[in-house]
């Protein structure tokens, strides 16, 4: 069974100063190509290959999805549609990608795992 992978694009661009805050959707874009190699290569702890799905959500809504990683517009909250995915993957490894300690108590509750930004992140 292929772990679950779930990113918080916004809390893992927005944890580099680089620009990200004037062009949000060329940043996720940017994150969401950086991820397809960890589709197949798998992050440590996680052999591969991965299910990995990218939540985003505000000016980032959008963003389409590539081969190995599927894209996610959340229509409200991006935390909220993470908490339900990782709800979801109840009874298959699942891993969410945030710094955001209220989101990972949340998913924590379904029993997903969690790892901070420098997980995908040079």
Same mark, same amino acid.
């Given at each position: 069974?292929?772990?679950?992978? @779930?990113?918080? *694009?916004?809390?893992?661009?927005?944890?580099?100063? +680089?620009?990200?805050?004037?062009?949000?959707?060329?940043?996720?874009?940017?994150?969401? +190509?950086?991820?397809? &190699?960890?589709?197949? +290569?798998?992050?440590?702890?996680?052999?591969? =290959?991965l299910?990995?799905?990218?939540?985003?959500?505000?000016? *980032?809504?959008g963003?389409? !999805?590539?081969?190995?990683?599927? @894209?996610? !517009? &959340? =229509?409200?909250?991006?935390? +909220?549609?993470? *908490?339900?995915?990782?709800a979801?993957?109840?009874?298959?490894?699942?891993?969410?990608?945030? *710094?955001?300690?209220?989101?990972?108590?949340? @998913?924590?509750?379904?029993? &997903?795992?969690? &790892?901070?930004?420098?997980?995908?992140?040079?």
């Amino acid at each position: 069974m292929r772990t679950l992978v @779930v990113v918080d *694009a916004a809390n893992v661009v927005g944890s580099v100063p +680089d620009g990200w805050w004037r062009d949000r959707r060329g940043a996720a874009e940017r994150l969401r +190509d950086s991820l397809v &190699a960890y589709a197949e +290569d798998g992050l440590p702890e996680h052999p591969g =290959p991965l299910e990995i799905v990218l939540v985003v959500e505000g000016a *980032a809504r959008g963003v389409e !999805s590539v081969p190995g990683v599927r @894209v996610e !517009s &959340a =229509p409200g909250s991006g935390d +909220d549609l993470i *908490a339900e995915l990782a709800a979801q993957a109840a009874g298959r490894p699942c891993l969410v990608v945030t *710094a955001d300690r209220e989101l990972r108590h949340r @998913v924590g509750e379904s029993g &997903a795992r969690c &790892a901070g930004p420098r997980t995908v992140r040079p």
